[in-house]
């Protein structure tokens, strides 16, 4: 068990670049979760993977947003025409739901990606 | 829309006090509730989970307790270490994700 994996861990980028991040998850976790954290706030829900099937996106994932996960392994999430306010971390989780729902499955989190949009 | 609280904001104590942490949450229909540990520029670590059926769990030197009915859950840290120093997150799990509160952030002293 190496735990999730993000890449990067950092990026800078200028104000409309497009940039992708990417998430491995913990090998047999069939869950992916990203979130959203800004400096002194708790994270906040993105979107959520249960193997390659994207199952819920949150208001917040406008259309400049982008998540696949297309073999249930790892996933990518893409941020369009970068605006300053997406500088945030973005951290990536994952679970084992064992067919009753991920209720009672820990998540496990990454180290984030931080965006700094200049 | 639920709204989860946590108190104090941050807390600065000496190495060796036991304390509380406190989380509360506004919508009682949770499946379970989560306490996390998250680093300085790091993801955050699992401490513990308390289903909703239950009414604490316990590892090592913590304990944290969930009172469903109103809303609430204390974290308890027992003979603080330096090392205990982190931010505390808690977050109640609704329908399939997880609602965090703003986190406390605790300072242990030598």
């Known amino acids: 068990d190496t735990g999730v994996s993000q890449d990067p861990r950092h990026k800078i980028t200028k104000r409309g670049q497009n940039v992708t991040f990417r998430c491995d998850p913990i090998s047999e976790h069939n869950r992916l979760y990203w979130y959203r954290q800004t400096l002194g706030q708790g994270p906040e829900f993105l979107t959520y993977?249960?193997?390659?099937?994207?199952?819920?996106k949150s208001r917040l994932l406008s259309d400049r947003f982008s998540a696949e996960r297309p073999k249930g392994s790892f996933s990518t999430l893409e941020i369009q025409r970068t605006e300053q306010g997406d500088s945030a971390m973005y951290l990536c989780a994952s679970s084992l739901d064992r067919g009753s729902g991920s209720y009672n499955s820990p998540l496990h989190f990454g180290n984030g990606t931080r965006l700094t949009v200049t | 829309k639920q709204e989860v609280t946590q108190i104090p904001a941050a807390l600065s104590v000496p190495e060796g006090e036991n304390l509380v942490l406190n989380c509360s949450f506004t919508?009682?229909?949770?499946?379970?509730l989560q306490w996390f540990r998250q680093d300085p520029g790091k993801g955050l670590t699992s401490l513990l989970l308390i289903q909703s059926s239950q009414r604490e769990q316990t590892s090592g030197r913590l304990n944290a307790s969930l009172d469903k009915s109103s809303g609430r859950s204390t974290l308890y840290i027992a003979a603080s270490q330096p090392g205990d120093s982190a931010t505390y997150l808690c977050a109640v799990t609704q329908g399939d994700k997880l609602i965090f509160g703003t986190g406390t952030r605790l300072q242990v002293f030598p």
């Open positions: 919508d009682s229909a949770i499946y379970n």
């Open positions: 993977f249960q193997n390659e099937a994207q199952l819920e």
